[in-house]
C-alpha cells in the first residue's frame, strides 16, 4: 500500500488500518513525513494511540520496518500515552538526538511520561558502557538521572525508574543510591 492510499483511510473513523495498510509508514521521510504529520494533527487521540501501538507490535515483530519518523513525532504528542508508547517504541533507535528529547520528557508533566524517559536514557547509558561512546553527553545523562533520584518531590516510581536506568553506571553514587533505596523498605 502506498502513502497516498493509507493517509484517507487514516482520517476514516470507520476504517481501522490494517498492519498491511501501516506498511507504508516504513522509512517514511521529508515531504512524505510532512504529509503524514498533516494527517496525524487531525486524527483523534485513540486513533493516534491505537496507530502507535501497533506499529510497535509491528517493529517488534519485524526488524525491518522503521517506524523511527512515527514515533518521533509521537514523542512530542499533546497524549501522555502516545508519548509513553512511543518512547518504548524506539528502545532500539540509537540516534543521539533522541538523548536531547528524552532529558526533555524527563521533565514531562505526566510521571508515566517521566519514568518511560528515564527508562530511555538508561538504554542510552547501558549502550555507552558497553562501547566506551561519548562520556560528555553520557555524564549529562548520568547528572539528569541523578538529579531526578535525588528529587524528594518527584513520584517514587519515577525516582525508582531513574535509578533503574542509572543502575547500568558504576560510579560509587550509583552504588550508594542503591543501597539506600534498597534500605528505604519502599519496594517502588
Known amino acids: 500500500m502506498s502513502l497516498d492510499t493509507l493517509l ?20 517514511v521521510e521529508g515531504a512524505e513525513h510532512e504529509r503524514f504529520l498533516t494527517v ?13 501501538d501497533l506499529l510497535a507490535d509491528m517493529a517488534e515483530d519485524n526488524v525491518e520496518l522503521d517506524f523511527g ?12 500515552q502516545v508519548r509513553t508508547e512511543s518512547i518504548k517504541a524506539l528502545w532500539e533507535y540509537d540516534d543521539d538526538g ?16 517521566r519514568a518511560e524517559a528515564a527508562l530511555g536514557l538508561g538504554r542510552y547509558l547501558l549502550r555507552v558502557e558497553l ?12 547528572a539528569a538521572l541523578r538529579t531526578t533520584i535525588d528529587d524528594e518531590s518527584e513520584l517514587v516510581e519515577v525516582r525508582g525508574r531513574a535509578l533503574e536506568a542509572a543502575g547500568v553506571r558504576g560510579e560509587p553514587w550509583v ?14
Do not use: C
Not at 8 to 27: F, I, M, R, V
Not at 40 to 52: A, K, T, V
Not at 131 to 142: F, I, P, Y
Open 8 to 27: 484517507p483511510k487514516l482520517e476514516d473513523p470507520q476504517h481501522a488500518p490494517s498492519a498491511t495498510d501501516l506498511t507504508a509508514l516504513n522509512g
Open 40 to 52: 496525524w494533527r487531525s486524527l483523534s487521540i485513540q486513533r493516534r494511540r491505537d496507530i502507535i
Open 69 to 80: 519518523a512515527v514515533f518521533t513525532t509521537g514523542l512530542l504528542d499533546d497524549d501522555m
Open 98 to 113: 533522541l538523548i536531547e528529547v528524552l532529558l526533555r520528557l524527563l521533565h514531562d508533566p505526566e510521571a508515566m511520561v
Open 131 to 142: 562501547s566506551g561512546e561519548d562520556e560528555g553527553l553520557a555524564r549529562e545523562v548520568e
Open 175 to 188: 552504588h550508594a543510591a542503591i543501597e539506600e533505596a534498597y534500605g528505604s523498605g519502599d519496594r517502588r
